[in-house]
């Protein structure tokens, strides 16, 4: 008698537990350095409601029904790292998607292409010797194991974003002669914590490891997933090339970038 009625308060465990999964899973994370870069997403959010943490806040609801959350991380690695961290303790998101601007140092892209990161690194951590720096890995706390310097997209989120870019429809990017159409591509992506706006300083961390763009953020919210073992993908739309020129363009082309990387962001929520 008390077996079946240990079994019967089991099974019915198990059956709300699993119609709750069911009813609410874990929601997509969309992070953005500044408010504007994930502005146009904010827009679409619907049964919003927000929560702060440490100053942080975090704004929950649907996108075309799927949960998700967004959050500003403020600029620069241990912004993004602290966000990223707050937001593993109190959500547990099935995946983190960073959509925003940055740099471009590949010579064939332009202010408003894009670039999908299949890889991130952070440019600043290890040690500069008199002509260069030599990039490190460090180990992670968690299990002493040293981490990789280019810390890998997860796949199945770099496949779904491939598609998405496709597929979005992207604002053109107004330039001297008439609007063009972004382009995108798959590449390595540098962070850290410097806003580049030279040409010398550009090709000198050109030089190294190749990278196609550079950021302040992307690398460090990969470390934070890979770390907890989240899903995690950058995704970024040129505002600037990096030159002395890049302080007016980032002016000019912020908000397109901003828009047309929430753009494969939507794209790859609703696939
Ligand atoms: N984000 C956007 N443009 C950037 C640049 N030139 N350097 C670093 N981060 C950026």
Same mark, same amino acid.
């Given at each position: 008698?008390?077996?079946?009625?240990?079994?019967?308060?089991?099974?019915?465990?198990?059956?709300?537990?699993? /119609?709750?999964?069911?009813?609410?899973?874990?929601?997509?994370?969309?992070?953005?350095?500044?408010?504007?870069?994930?502005?146009?997403?904010?827009?679409?959010?619907?049964?919003?409601?927000?929560?702060?943490?440490?100053?942080?806040?975090?704004?929950?609801?649907?996108?075309?029904? +799927?949960?998700?959350?967004?959050?500003?991380?403020?600029?620069?690695?241990?912004? *993004?790292?602290?966000?990223?961290?707050?937001?593993? %303790?109190?959500?547990?998101?099935?995946?983190?998607?960073?959509?925003?601007?940055?740099?471009?140092?590949?010579?064939?892209? /332009?202010?408003? %292409?894009? @670039?999908?990161?299949?890889?991130?690194?952070?440019?600043? /951590?290890?040690?500069?010797? *008199?002509?260069?720096?030599?990039?490190?890995?460090?180990?992670?706390?968690?299990?002493?194991?040293?981490?990789?310097?280019?810390?890998?997209?997860?796949?199945?989120?770099?496949?779904?974003?491939? +598609?998405?870019?496709?597929?979005?429809?992207?604002?053109?990017?107004?330039?001297?002669?008439?609007?063009?159409?972004?382009?995108?591509?798959?590449?390595?992506?540098?962070?850290?914590?410097?806003?580049?706006?030279?040409?010398?300083?550009?090709?000198?961390?050109?030089?190294?490891?190749?990278?196609?763009?550079?950021?302040?953020?992307?690398?460090?919210?990969?470390?934070?997933?890979?770390?907890?073992?989240?899903?995690?993908? %950058?995704?970024?739309?040129?505002?600037?090339?990096? %030159?002395?020129?890049?302080?007016?363009?980032?002016?000019?082309?912020?908000?397109?970038? *901003?828009?047309?990387?929430?753009?494969? @962001?939507?794209?790859?929520?609703?696939?």
């Amino acid at each position: 008698m008390l077996k079946n009625l240990i079994l019967g308060c089991l099974t019915f465990c198990l059956l709300a537990i699993s /119609l709750y999964a069911q009813q609410s899973p874990p929601p997509i994370a969309i992070l953005g350095a500044l408010n504007d870069e994930v502005a146009w997403l904010r827009g679409q959010l619907q049964d919003t409601s927000s929560i702060t943490f440490t100053g942080r806040t975090f704004l929950t609801g649907n996108l075309e029904g +799927r949960p998700v959350i967004i959050a500003v991380t403020g600029v620069g690695k241990v912004n *993004a790292a602290m966000t990223m961290a707050l937001l593993a %303790d109190h959500f547990t998101p099935s995946a983190v998607i960073f959509s925003g601007v940055a740099g471009g140092l590949n010579p064939d892209l /332009l202010p408003g %292409d894009i @670039v999908i990161a299949s890889r991130t690194f952070q440019h600043d /951590l290890g040690e500069a010797t *008199a002509d260069s720096v030599l990039n490190w890995g460090v180990r992670d706390p968690l299990t002493r194991q040293e981490m990789p310097i280019f810390l890998p997209a997860d796949s199945l989120l770099l496949a779904l974003a491939q +598609r998405a870019s496709s597929e979005a429809g992207f604002e053109k990017v107004p330039t001297s002669v008439g609007l063009r159409e972004p382009k995108v591509i798959t590449g390595l992506i540098a962070t850290g914590d410097l806003f580049f706006s030279s040409t010398p300083k550009k090709e000198e961390l050109r030089f190294r490891h190749s990278p196609d763009a550079v950021e302040m953020e992307g690398a460090a919210v990969a470390q934070v997933c890979y770390e907890l073992g989240i899903p995690c993908l %950058d995704i970024r739309a040129l505002s600037d090339r990096a %030159d002395e020129n890049a302080m007016q363009d980032f002016e000019k082309f912020f908000q397109i970038a *901003a828009r047309n990387a929430n753009r494969i @962001v939507l794209d790859m929520i609703i696939q």
